[in-house]
């Protein structure tokens, strides 16, 4: 390694002093314009990093985009642009939003291929307006694969200074919001046409009806309700009058929202110069599922033939009464409230009871207390629950019931029961006492008479006035050898001699002969006659009309 000399160097210096200050300020320049520049340098590489920075920044934020974007990319004409020509450029979300095979080097034929022929053709259009005059467009179109629906909106960029910078289009996918509107749309077509139903259905109701708000002011009503008024919309405030021009609807409805419970009233009311007898209804109810809004509803009901059936009701009512009262079986009337409203002078000597009583319309069970003292019910081991069980039949005799009462004093009562139209129970008392004696003796002596005619030795059949056979006895059964369950069938006249077809020759035309036998029978001129039965013996047959309309045949073996 060489040595410095520094004795040479001193030497140097002191032989030119002038040259080596001058050398010396020149290394002191050069080092300051080094140092300079090396700023510069560093300053232009952190002004390079920021730029980058903040375009890597813009570019991931384009990326986070819910949009796409295709860009027609102009060359610069400020500056010599190596481009030449315009630059696509599709974004990576395009790309995955119209799914593209090549990704963000998918050119736009290559998206155009993606939409329907006409929405091609429509895009072109667009893009060429945009690229020619800058005229931005908004539209949207559907995929052909998809079926998503995808909103475009074209735009021009440009510099302050004027330059283009790039032609963009925007890519949304709207198919949601679409779909939603779509979804919003039916659902206010459904809302609309279960609207319009609804006003058909209130407007075809064939009495008026209103809708009244808090206020008591009438906000809607069906076409029935102007048929009573002038008005034609809810804001005339006209009210339904009666025929003192008096607001009962609005009084009425007054009382019910303030009670907050449904109130109805029968008025008078004139229209097309008729007066009509109307039920009006105010019917409060929670608004909008408010407990502070109470708004009413109100309906005019027609009830003037209903009105004239009643009181034509009523007039039958008492006419019926009337006759009831007149007749001499007992009879009462005990409305829905177990009140007697009704009774004749039979009922009240039957019961033996006082008509200044009956007068104070006592309930029916006080009317079965008077009775039970003066022993004139049926006795019973358990009064009270007889009682009951008799008060529970206004509720239970829907239609007319018949029954026996056995009162102590040995008379028998036949009781009917019906429900009355105005409510309630009719009671009709009839005393059978003297019917039924007679039916029992009547009773004993065909008893006696059947008990004659089963000791006779002669055989006896009876046919009734309905043509078949209603009695025989056990001498009929041995004389023709007969089947008991045969003649107890009731045959007619027919059938009970074809019984004894047996009994004769085999020989002779049975057909003719039964007509023979029947003739005799029937005759009015031969009551008694010889039949020939062969080895079975001869019989003398006699047949005989009783009062009643029946005949009795009697068969005599000789």
């Known amino acids: ?55 890597e920044r813009y570019a991931e934020t384009l990326y986070a985009s819910k949009d796409g974007y295709f860009a027609f990319i102009h060359p610069d004409d400020k500056v010599n642009d190596p481009r030449q020509n315009i630059v696509e450029r599709c974004s990576r979300r395009l790309a995955v939003i119209m799914n593209l095979p090549n990704g963000t080097r998918s050119s736009f034929e290559e998206i155009l291929k993606n939409f329907y022929k006409d929405d091609e053709k ?15 467009f908004d539209d949207e179109f559907i995929l052909k694969s998809t079926g998503k629906c995808l909103r475009l909106c074209g735009a021009r960029i440009s510099g302050t200074d004027g330059d283009v910078y790039c032609d963009m289009i925007w890519f949304r996918d709207v198919s949601f919001e679409t779909n939603k509107i779509i979804n919003l749309e039916q659902e206010k077509n459904e809302a609309s046409s279960k609207a319009r139903q609804l006003q058909d259905l209130i407007d075809n109701i064939p009495f008026p009806v209103w809708l009244r708000d808090d206020n008591l002011k009438i906000i809607d009503f069906n076409k029935k309700f102007t048929e009573f008024t002038d008005t034609k919309t809810s804001n005339d405030d006209v009210e339904i009058n009666n025929i003192n021009g ?48 109470i708004y009413t509803v109100g309906a005019l009901v027609d009830v003037s033939e209903l009105d004239d059936l009643k009181r034509n009701l009523r007039r039958h009512q008492v006419a019926q009464l009337e006759i009831l009262g007149s007749l001499g079986t007992a009879f009462a009337v005990f409305n829905q409230d177990f009140k007697l409203n009704f009774y004749n002078k039979s009922f009240c000597d039957l019961w033996q009871l006082d008509e200044s009583w009956l007068d104070e319309h006592p309930s029916y069970s006080m009317f079965l207390d008077a009775t039970r003292e003066r022993r004139l019910l049926p006795e019973v081991p358990d009064y009270v629950l007889f009682k009951n069980e008799e008060q529970k039949q206004f509720s239970q005799i829907i239609e007319p019931k018949n029954d026996m009462l056995h009162l102590p004093n040995g008379k028998t009562l036949r009781r009917v029961r019906a429900p009355y139209p105005m409510g309630g129970l009719i009671f009709a008392y009839e005393d059978i006492s003297d019917r039924l004696a007679t039916t029992s003796a009547y009773n004993a002596l065909l008893s006696v008479q059947e008990e004659m005619l089963e000791n006779l030795f002669d055989a006896v059949v009876i046919f009734g006035s309905n043509g078949r056979l209603s009695f025989y006895n056990q001498a009929y059964l041995k004389l023709w050898n007969s089947s008991k369950t045969f003649l107890e069938s009731q045959p007619d006249l027919d059938e009970f001699l074809e019984s004894q077809k047996s009994f004769f020759s085999k020989d002779e035309d049975w057909n003719v002969l039964k007509k023979e036998i029947a003739g005799y029978l029937l005759s009015m001129t031969t009551k008694t006659f010889i039949l020939g039965r062969g080895i079975n013996g001869d019989v003398e047959v006699s047949a005989q009309n009783l009062s009643d309309g029946s005949m009795m045949i009697v068969y005599k073996k000789l």
Do not use: C
Not at 16 to 44: G, H, M, N, Q, T
Not at 260 to 269: A, G, H, L, R
């Open 1 to 55: 390694m060489t040595m410095i000399d520094f004795e040479l160097l001193t030497d140097m210096y002191y032989a030119a002093p002038e040259l080596w200050y001058a050398l010396i300020f020149l290394v002191l320049v050069l080092i300051v314009i080094i140092i300079s520049e090396l700023f510069k340098i560093l300053r232009l590489k952190q002004k390079n990093y920021f730029v980058n920075r903040d375009r």
């Open 246 to 293: 008096e607001s009962f609807a609005k009084r009425l409805a007054q009382v019910a929202h303030l009670l907050n419970k449904p109130k109805k009233e029968k008025v008078s009311v004139i229209k097309d110069g008729e007066r009509l007898v109307m039920e009006a209804f105010e019917t409060p109810f929670h608004a909008e599922e408010s407990l502070e809004k």
């Open 122 to 136: 429509k895009i072109r259009k667009y893009v060429a307006l945009l690229q020619d005059d800058g005229v931005s």
